[in-house]
């Protein structure tokens, strides 16, 4: 069992191990239903390919157009059944779709459409289950510092700012620094 599999039973996709092909199957058939009725736009392809050609550029797996599309199509699924798409999503699909590919060995083969499978199920439970979603669920005319995440991790950086560098934290009080602009490269990194 590679680390993708590990995670996916860990996150309860899969019940157990006993009957995980059946499992597998089933899911599989529930993705293709997803898949088939989905109702998307070039213009929501168009807005996540924006970010996902930024995504891990320093790693020559994300320049090939195929693995483009699949994190793509991911994300394409996902918000049309969930939030509408939101800068930041095409990070995490993409830390999966990196995991999911060195998870296999170049003899195993796998489709695209498996690889789109498995990483949907993953990203889905990860948003649904793992409370991900109420970080990217704001209006995009919402200021910066109204986002739950930022909002969060501002807060969090601020306290700790105090008590671990008190004079920087300082500077940044009398000068009304805004901490969100760099808080949102942290978040990614």
Sequence with gaps: MNRFQKWEIYLGIYENRDDINI???????????LKMNAKTTEDDK????????????ELGLFHLEQNKNIMCNVLLLWCNYNLSYRQGMNEIVGVLFYTYIQSYDDSQDINTTQIENDIYWV??????????????NYSSNQPIDRIPL????????????????????????????????????????
């Design 150 to 189: 930022i909002k969060y991790i501002k807060d969090l950086i601020m306290d700790k700012l105090k008590y671990i560098d008190e004079q920087l934290f300082q500077i940044f009080e009398q000068n009304q620094i805004n901490t969100e602009i760099f808080l949102m490269k942290w978040i990614k990194v």
């Design 123 to 136: 990203f889905n439970t990860i948003m649904d289950e793992g409370d991900h979603k109420d970080n990217f």
């Design 23 to 33: 499992q597998r199957k089933k899911k599989f058939e529930e993705f293709s239903k």
């Design 46 to 57: 168009n807005e996540i390919m924006k970010d996902i050609n930024r995504t891990y550029q």
